[in-house]
């Protein structure tokens, strides 16, 4: 096991952290089965695995959503292993404000300490040891919505989400924008009842201030992208040869030997070409058009459609991951994109 372990203060201090733990309460007391409950309600099913019964301090889960963040002032008042499920709808950044956590995915790990934020892993199984002194802030980040202001920022469609490196860090230091950030989303989530549209005006800089402080301080697969403002779009004639013979064939077998037979390159000029100038390789790009043709079908469906009719349709067959990779790319399960066409053709029949 690669244990990795970070220096850093034994406080951090945010202003209005105790207006904000006196409001917004989530759950409070000293019932561990209650707590987990009320938290798997507003992230994710998760297990726990406390080491001694008698507990330090009492529960204290504050909550608060916004518009595309919630903010979480989290303190369990003991030693807890937490095994939650797959986060697969948000990124979820936690920033210690005493004590820490041990952080283990796969064969890594790594001990979160006071004054650092990371980015837990998603849609990758992890587990969480927190100190018995452990509190912390939590962010919940909805995915999508950061997906769309990275669409908008480098002026693409993106495939796929970002994956942020579990082991890079941003510093939570006075003068960072993260740190400020934060200070005015929980500001924000103190008064934030029966707010005018100024305050959500504010509260959408405070929430667009965050998300660009992880695009552009934690490191992820993306990030030479964002730094130099654009994916390339120099594609090579060889990759627009190929994708337009998968876009004319897709209700055909497509094979790598058919690409290089059109681009009259090699196949692995074919796939550095392609994981170069379309972040992905050839035949997920096939998979990926496939999926918009599934789409586009459904959201054209009449009542007698069938969501596995038109999955088989266009070759997938394993309904499960073809349900998972639909969701992953467009953020709905198919069944939902079918019964919004259905409820949308009956209510036209009725006007």
């Not at 951090?12 to 006196?22: D, H, L, Q, T, V």
């Not at 980040?141 to 908008?152: G, I």
């Not at 100038?277 to 009449?302: I, N």
């Not at 070759?315 to 998972?324: C, E, I, L, V």
Request: neutral net charge; charged residues 25%; aromatic residues 8%.
């Amino acid at each position: 096991m690669i244990a990795i372990v970070y220096a850093a203060p034994n406080e951090a201090k945010f202003s209005g952290a105790r207006e904000f733990i006196s409001g917004n309460i989530l759950v409070e007391g000293n019932d561990l089965d209650q707590a987990c409950s009320a938290v798997s309600e507003v992230f994710v099913g998760h297990r726990l695995h406390a080491p001694t019964v008698q507990p330090a301090r009492h529960i204290q889960v504050n909550y608060k959503r916004l518009d595309a963040l919630a903010v979480c002032l989290f303190d369990y008042g003991r030693e807890v292993e937490v095994q939650p499920d797959l986060l697969d709808d948000f990124y979820l950044v936690q920033v210690p404000l005493q004590g820490g956590s041990r952080i283990r995915c796969g064969s890594k790990a790594f001990d979160s300490r006071v004054g650092m934020a990371s980015v837990l892993p998603a849609q990758r199984e992890f587990t969480l040891r927190l100190n018995e002194d452990c509190q912390k802030i939590l962010v919940q980040v909805d995915r999508r919505k950061l997906t769309a202001k990275l669409e908008a920022y480098l002026g693409c469609k993106l495939t796929r989400s970002p994956d942020f490196d579990i082991f890079a860090h941003d510093i939570v230091r006075p003068n960072s924008r993260m740190y400020h950030a934060i200070e005015g989303l929980m500001s924000l989530a103190i008064g934030s009842e029966g707010a005018g549209p100024g305050q959500s005006i504010i509260a959408s800089a405070f929430e667009d201030a965050f998300i660009f402080s992880m695009l552009f301080d934690v490191k992820s697969d993306m990030s030479s992208a964002i730094q130099n403002g654009a994916i390339s779009s120099a594609c090579p004639k060889a990759v627009r040869r190929a994708e337009e013979y998968i876009n004319s064939n897709l209700s055909e077998p497509i094979r790598i030997e058919d690409l290089v037979a059109v681009s009259g390159v090699s196949a692995r000029s074919i796939f550095d070409g392609f994981t170069r100038f379309r972040d992905m390789t050839p035949m997920r790009y096939v998979k990926f058009r496939r999926l918009h043709k599934v789409r586009e079908l459904l959201r054209e469906a009449d009542d007698t459609t069938m969501v596995s009719s038109v999955a088989v349709e266009w070759g997938f067959n394993h309904f499960g991951r073809f349900a998972k990779d639909y969701a992953q790319a467009f953020g709905e399960s198919p069944s939902e994109t079918l019964r919004a066409a259905k409820n949308g053709h009956r209510v036209a029949r009725r006007n």
